[in-house]
């Protein structure tokens, strides 16, 4: 009898209850619709309206490309990835540029994507913890967490940006290298390590590049950690390297048309998105204090750097905002030093905030995003100590996500592709509190 190659989907054991999903989507679009949140403001001809992404989907929808992230006509761009500015697009020539209608459609579809991270949270904690004896409930809090609670949603329901879908996506990657571990399943890794498994990691890979590309340094980490799950076979590594292969291949084939348009339009080679230099140079500008508010262009036709981003053009004007920045670090090395302490703690504890609504509803924000990041780091180094599957990948994705943002500049929407494995781990460290005298059962 000739054998059958097993499904790459999730089996039953791992796939989250609908009405997970529903509940949370429900709740979303609800939120959206009856807040109106989809009234964005017009000042500053509809700045909050996507602001830089928003910009250059209204300049690919009426015929200008891929160009104008701030005001006015100022040619070509790179500033942001590409992926969440052709989705807006796409909206914009449906339902009209800077429309209401625009505004509810995209944050519909973040709320999609959104209520959708809880099904992927439900795999995760079901496979990782499948020995422990808490599987079901772990995975069960922590979608439903996910799925209801508030700070969840403010994303995906108030601002047009990529943080809700990136969230998703990187949350799938994640689990498309767990399911080829055989993470929560008992097969050998001649039967989790698929072709198909490889494949998709390749191309979601990609997408995360092209929608966040600082979470890009987590990528080759997890397609190692993948191959060593067939490191015990000789033979089964010989096949699983050249899956990964292919699977890089894949990665570079969907990243090579951006990568080739910015060759032919900047003739320089831009990974992804070229606005480092000007953002690391604001990064140690006086008087920012190592956080970075608002636009590094300022949205004003008659400002000097506005004016010299114009003119020079943008490749031009960011190298030299680059060689700019090197200058200072090197003679401020131990400020630059500070500024990325502080923007540690920032990333960790507390990003500055506006007091808009009171000293009291600030302190509980802070407790809020500062209680979330403990909890998990506790919960990691638990799940660190028992061994648990997939708390090294963990690990690294807590360690190599915020590197950047301590160097450049930190806002707190930076934080949430990681927060649905904070959930998960928050969960974890709960659920292993136990009375005295009771045993969990430990994990093989």
């Not at 649905?420 to 005298?437: D, E, K, R, Y």
Request: charged share 15%; glycine share 6%; with cysteine.
């Amino acid at each position: 009898m000739q054998k059958t190659n097993p499904p790459a989907e999730p089996t039953p054991l791992f796939k989250a209850p609908s009405s997970m999903f529903w509940v949370g989507f429900l709740i979303r679009a609800l939120y959206i619709t009856l807040a109106h949140t989809y009234r964005i403001r017009l000042g500053q001809d509809h700045l909050q309206f996507g602001w830089e992404m928003g910009r250059i989907a209204r300049a690919l929808a009426t015929g200008y490309g891929y160009a104008d992230p701030f005001t006015g006509h100022t040619g070509p761009t790179a500033w942001v990835p590409p992926l969440y500015p052709w989705l807006l697009t796409g909206v914009f020539k449906v339902f009209g540029v800077y429309t209401a209608k625009s505004a509810w459609v995209i944050l519909t579809i973040n709320s999609i994507f959104s209520a959708a991270t809880s099904s992927v949270i439900y795999e995760i904690a079901s496979r990782c913890f499948q020995h422990t004896g808490r599987a079901r409930k772990i995975a069960l809090w922590s979608g439903w967490l996910w799925a209801l609670h508030p700070a969840a949603m403010q994303y995906a329901v108030r601002w047009i940006w990529d943080m809700a879908v990136t969230a998703f996506l990187f949350s799938k990657v994640i689990v498309v290298a767990l399911r080829a571990r055989g993470i929560g399943e008992d097969r050998p890794p001649t039967e989790t390590q698929t072709t198909s498994r490889w494949a998709i990691f390749g191309i979601f890979s990609a997408m995360l590049g092209l929608l966040n590309s600082t979470l890009l340094l987590f990528v080759p980490v997890c397609g190692i950690w993948m191959l060593l799950g067939a490191a015990k076979s000789k033979a089964g590594f010989h096949h699983t390297f050249l899956k990964a292969i292919m699977a890089g291949t894949l990665f570079c084939a969907c990243l090579s048309p951006w990568l080739w348009r910015n060759w032919t339009v900047f003739h320089a080679f831009i990974p992804i998105r070229g606005n480092f230099g000007a953002e690391l140079h604001a990064s140690v500008a006086e008087g920012y204090n190592g956080f970075t508010m608002g636009s590094r262009i300022p949205i004003c036709e008659v400002c000097p750097d506005y004016l010299e981003y114009k003119q020079m053009g943008e490749h031009a004007y960011v190298r030299q905002e680059a060689q700019l920045a090197q200058i200072y670090i090197k003679s401020h090395k131990r400020q630059f030093v500070q500024l990325a302490l502080k923007r540690f703690y920032f990333y960790w504890v507390s990003v500055p905030h506006p007091i808009e609504f009171g000293v009291w509803n600030e302190v509980f924000r802070v407790l809020n995003y500062s209680f979330l990041c403990l909890a998990s780091l506790l919960g990691l180094a638990l799940a660190l100590k028992q061994r648990i599957p997939g708390a090294v990948l963990f690990a690294w994705a807590f360690a190599l996500l915020p590197l950047v943002y301590y160097f450049v500049t930190v806002q707190a929407r930076f934080r949430h592709p990681l927060e649905p494995i904070m959930t998960i781990l928050t969960v974890f460290l709960f659920q292993s509190a136990t009375l005295p005298g009771h045993q969990d059962p430990k994990p093989q």
